[in-house]
C-alpha cells in the first residue's frame, strides 16, 4: 500500500508564494510520475503539473505554466510545488497524486487547502 501526505498550503495574498509537499510512503518502489491536481468548480480534478520520478522530465498545465515550479527529491520520497505569483483563480484544495504500474494516476493523498485573496 501507498501512503501520500500533503503538507503546506494555507492563506496567502494575491501575488504572493508558497510551497507544497508530499511524502510518500509504503511500497513506492514502482513509482512512475508523481503530480499536484487540484479540485475546480463541479468538484472536478483538474491536472497541475506532475514529474517523472526517475528521469526529472516535468509537465505543467497551461495555467501554471512560468509560475509553478515542480520538482522531487527521491532520497526523501518527497515531491515540492513552488507556487508563484498566485492568483485567487489557484485557490483550491491541492491533492498529491502518483502513478504506479498504470496508464493514470491511481494513488492519492487527502489534499492540502491553498486559499489566494485579492
Known amino acids: 500500500q501507498v501512503q501520500l501526505v500533503e503538507s503546506g498550503g494555507g492563506m496567502v495574498r494575491a501575488g504572493d508564494s508558497t510551497r507544497l509537499s508530499c511524502t510518500a510512503s509504503?511500497?513506492?518502489?514502482?513509482?512512475?510520475?508523481m503530480g499536484w491536481f487540484r479540485r475546480v468548480p463541479g468538484n472536478e480534478r483538474e491536472f497541475v503539473a506532475s514529474?517523472?520520478?526517475?528521469?526529472?522530465?516535468?509537465t505543467y498545465t497551461n495555467s501554471v505554466k512560468g509560475r509553478f515550479t515542480i520538482s522531487r527529491d527521491n532520497a526523501k520520497n518527497t515531491m515540492y510545488l513552488e507556487m508563484n505569483n498566485l492568483t485567487p483563480e489557484d485557490t483550491s484544495r491541492y491533492y498529491c497524486?502518483?502513478?504506479?504500474?498504470?496508464?493514470?494516476?491511481?494513488?492519492w493523498g487527502r489534499g492540502t487547502q491553498v486559499t489566494v485573496s485579492s
Open positions: 497524486g502518483a502513478r504506479m504500474q498504470s496508464p493514470g494516476f491511481n494513488y
Open positions: 509504503g511500497d513506492t518502489f514502482n513509482t512512475d510520475d
Open positions: 514529474i517523472s520520478w526517475y528521469s526529472g522530465s516535468t
